[in-house]
């Protein structure tokens, strides 16, 4: 069979030595496995299926470099089933088809990496086989599986979540790799402990990640040097070079982002706004989306409290636009932090939800007779807008008389707070309401 992975150690063995550092060091039995201790640990739910042999179909979802494709394998090579590594990027369902097809006669692990990647349509394609068991399906996703993997599919299968590594375990798996990797072992590598821990916290809880960095700063200095080898900070930072942010702008990580920069303007936290701000715009999110949630804000949880908000996110919108980027980013942080320290209200987006709740509810009442408009002479004759009081001549500009249909007499929708500039508009709120009363 096609891509059906032999588990012999000695082939395992000399393979290894032809690959990345990563590769090599991939672990060879749970106990090797850093890290994820709440699916792991003795006792813990994965240990025990795996223990006796008894694994449903799975969804591993996780951050890249956090085990997923290695626990994957170590499944496959403790049950001693054949065991097809497949990746939703370069296959499609044709030749998942073909593997589903040769296996009938035998159970199969089929691990499938990236598989969001798969569309609906796609995906309906594994149902029959995984409800039959003729294969025990892992698929791999770094997005949320309520968003990308049909609802049939996720009720057949058990989603495991898989956390970024703590920079400790980054710390155990870079020294171990300098301990037990044949080539680096030989180099006699100096790095000092300092130096491992920058190693981890730039891999950011990629385990990947760091054996990546620590494998190009060795071959920096092995190429580099005559003498002894020595890995330090500059080293490091010279190999790290620029981060690449871990970001879909369709994914979780765009939904999280944006709900963080929301809730800490909500929380008139002008520097965590700020931080979020920053991260969105670095990870290459589209500016005027963001901007569009900021002018939503405005109103949302703002409001009356200080009307020009809404007229300043407007203005840093059309200033972006004119400006473009990089310099236009200031615009937005501009808004953000005036935002975030603007008193706070949500009695519009109070008031306009109840009012739409009627509107779709209640009876098409009609307009009052005396609010109409009357454009003809029929529609004069007939008694539109008789009886209107125009309220500019009236002293104060207030008068007595109906807004609403009479059924709704009394309705109230907006409630104004004592923030901001809401508490003159409650006073004269207020006024006008008791003088209706008279």
């Known amino acids: ?25 991939r672990p060879r039995s749970l106990d090797d ?25 799975f969804i591993f979802w996780g951050p890249s470099g956090v085990g997923k494709t290695t626990i994957g394998w170590l499944i496959g090579r403790i049950m001693k089933l054949p065991y097809v590594s497949l990746s939703a990027v370069s296959i499609g369902i044709k030749e998942v088809k073909e593997v589903i097809q040769k296996a009938k006669s035998q159970r199969i692990i089929l691990f499938i990496d990236e598989f969001h990647r798969f569309n609906k349509l796609q995906q309906d394609t594994f149902l029959p ?41 980054l710390v155990k798996i870079v020294e171990r790799a300098l301990r037990d990797d044949g080539e680096l072992k030989k180099a006699s590598i100096a790095i000092d402990a300092k130096t491992i821990e920058e190693i981890a916290y730039l891999a950011d809880g990629d385990a ?15 190429e580099g040097s005559s003498e002894g080898l020595v ?15 871990r970001y879909d702008k ?18 008139s936290d002008a520097d965590a706004s700020l931080y979020w701000l920053a991260r969105m715009i670095e990870a290459g999110e589209d500016p005027l989306y963001i901007m569009r949630r900021i002018v939503r804000f405005a109103s949302e949880d703002i409001g009356n409290a200080d009307p020009y908000a809404l007229t300043l996110t407007i203005s840093a919108t059309e200033a972006f636009k004119f400006i473009g ?104 709120m207020d006024r006008a309401r008791a003088y209706h009363k008279k």
């Open 325 to 428: 980027p990089p310099e236009g980013y200031l615009a937005l942080a501009q808004a953000v932090i005036y935002l975030s320290l603007c008193e706070k209200s949500n009695a519009v987006y109070k008031a306009y939800g109840a009012a739409a709740r009627d509107a779709r509810d209640l009876p098409e009442y009609p307009v009052p007779m005396h609010i109409r408009n009357a454009p003809t002479r029929l529609m004069n004759e007939l008694g539109y807008g008789e009886g209107y009081l125009y309220p500019h001549d009236h002293p104060g500009g207030l008068v007595k008389q109906a807004y609403f249909p009479g059924e709704m007499a009394g309705k109230r929708y907006y409630h104004p707070t004592d923030r901001g500039e809401e508490r003159r508009l409650r006073a004269f």
């Open 33 to 57: 496995v850093v890290g994820q201790e709440h699916l792991l640990g003795e006792g813990k739910l994965l240990r025990v299926l795996i223990e006796k042999g008894d694994i449903p179909s």
């Open 250 to 267: 369709t994914g979780e990580m765009h939904y999280d982002l944006i709900s963080a920069l929301h809730k800490s303007m909500r929380g």
């Open 231 to 245: 890995i330090d900070h500059d080293i490091v930072r010279e190999a790290y070079q620029k981060k690449t942010a």
């Open 129 to 169: 086989h995984v409800e039959s068991g003729t294969i025990i399906l892992i698929g791999a996703t770094t997005e949320n599986p309520s968003f990308e993997i049909i609802s049939p599919l996720l009720s057949r299968m058990r989603v495991l979540t898989l956390k970024p590594l703590a920079a400790a375990d």
């Open 208 to 222: 990947r990640r760091a054996l990546n960095l620590l494998e190009v700063c060795y071959k920096m200095v092995r």
């Open 1 to 25: 069979m096609d891509n059906v992975e032999l588990f012999s150690d000695d082939a395992i063995t000399t393979e290894r030595s032809k690959k990345p550092l990563a590769d090599r060091m």
